[in-house]
């Protein structure tokens, strides 16, 4: 967002800076024009008296007319000798008298017609007009003026308009750059400080290093803070009373279950003839079934595990985690015991699930573990279509470090996860926008919580192909 208001705020300032070096190129050409108009006016009262200055015709075939110049014209002519000239033509077009370089095009109406020519290197201003000479008839009289403002102007465009203005504009430029990342340095340390954080540093921040104006967004954040800080005891409190409620009703249960596995066990060596015929009536609920009794047993006590695991798993955060006693975990075993899991979920979609591991052990909590990947083969067994595949490998390779690192992965090839949404995936309770299915979108999250406690990277990228997602956790070395 800084970055965004850094440039709206450079494009404000500096527009102003075009604006006005375009306006001061416009006002330049404007200069121009008047200079250049007041010059053509001058050579429209000189051409009266160049036609009054033909004395009389011709006398040959090669000769020029009488000439006899006028003071203003001889001024005009010798004084700015180099850039200037005269010629004096007759109807057709054809010079009797002056410099024969100019050309004259007949106007059709006695009014002036003015145009631009060029000789010499210089672009020459011509007046052309057919007027009544003093001794020779009509004819048509030109003069030309290599000294107009306006093709100085042009000519000069470049070198001392545009390229001034260019200047200007880009050092205006670097230093309204330079200016507004210096205002906003305040801005982008804060931002920096807050990104730098931990997720559970709600610590606030110190006001007194921020500007004044700063100062009211360090205060909501401030603000903020605390209330998710107060949220955060209050959810710790909730899953620890929730806790204490869950496992005393299923401990009573799982101890009840076990006393009556060790009374079925008990009656089953005394045997029904030793309990003799006086025992009262009751006595004969007790010959239960040895088998049931064990499928309860087990059952209560996968029930209470599954229980504990899960109530774990909501406040297993990395240093919760971390805190806990790892032990040695085979990852093909992890696999293999997943494939059997959720064969039968893969097959009732048509989905080819599918194992490539080899023998590779490392240090961590199993169950977790287990639960990690559940959610990431769950998730592509949710999301890949009838027909895919989802694929379950483990093992070493060299995966971006020097030495072979342990992997767990998951590939499938669904629809996948577009490039800007692979980073917020991995939030808790965010799903892509429309996704099908049921979801809360957790999976990813305890995912990437338990990678971290492990101190592993979760890494998303495409599958084979561009197609599908591949979900890889690799394990320090």
Known sequence: MTTTLRNRLLLLLVLPVCVLAVAGSWWGYRSAETAAGQHDQRLLRLLPQLADSVMAPAIGKDMEPLMALSPSIDDFVRNRSGITGFAVADL?????????????????????????????GITYRVAVQRSM??????????????????????????????????????????LIYWSVRKAFKPLLDLAQAVESRSPRDLSPIDETTSPKEVRPLVQSLNR?????????????????????????????????????????????????ASAGAEADQSQSGLFLQTEQI??????????????????????????HVQSQAHERVDLKELCENLLE?????????????????????????????????????????????????????????????????????????????????????????????????EGSGLGLAIAHEIAQGHHAALRLTPGAGQQGLQVTLVFPE
Not at 99 to 118: G, L, M, R
Not at 238 to 265: G, K, N
Not at 411 to 434: A, M, N, Q
């Open 133 to 174: 000479t003093a001794g020779a008839g009509e004819m048509v009289v030109a003069l030309a003026d290599g000294s107009d403002v306006r093709q100085q102007w042009r000519h000069q465009l470049l070198t001392h308009v545009l390229l001034p203005n260019m200047l200007l504009v880009v050092v205006a430029a670097l």
């Open 341 to 437: 899991a959720f064969w039968d979920s893969a097959a009732a979609k048509q989905i080819d699930l599918g194992l490539e591991v080899e023998a590779v052990y490392i240090s961590g909590q199993a169950w977790l573990l287990r639960e990690l990947l559940s959610n990431l083969v769950d998730n592509a067994i949710k999301y890949t279509p009838s027909g895919g595949q989802v694929t379950l490998r483990c093992g070493r390779r060299r995966l971006g470090g020097r030495q072979p690192q342990a992997f767990l992965q998951v590939e499938d090839d669904g629809p996948g996860v577009p490039l800007g949404e692979t980073g917020r995936i991995l939030e808790r309770f965010y799903r892509l926008p429309g996704s099908v299915g």
């Open 294 to 319: 064990e499928k309860l047993r087990n059952a209560t006590r996968r029930t209470s595990q599954l229980a504990h695991q899960l109530l774990a798993l909501s406040r297993a955060d990395a240093r």
């Open 224 to 272: 903020l803070f605390g209330l998710v800080q107060a949220q955060s005891e209050t959810q710790r409190r909730f899953v620890a009373d929730a806790a204490h409620q869950l496992r005393t009703p299923l401990a009573a249960l799982q101890a009840q279950v076990e006393a009556w596995a060790l009374m079925a066990a008990q009656v089953e060596r005394l045997g029904p």
């Open 92 to 120: 057709d077009g054809h010079v009797l008298a002056g410099d024969p370089w100019i050309s004259v095009v007949v106007p059709t109406t006695p009014a002036a017609e003015f145009h631009s020519q060029e000789f010499g």
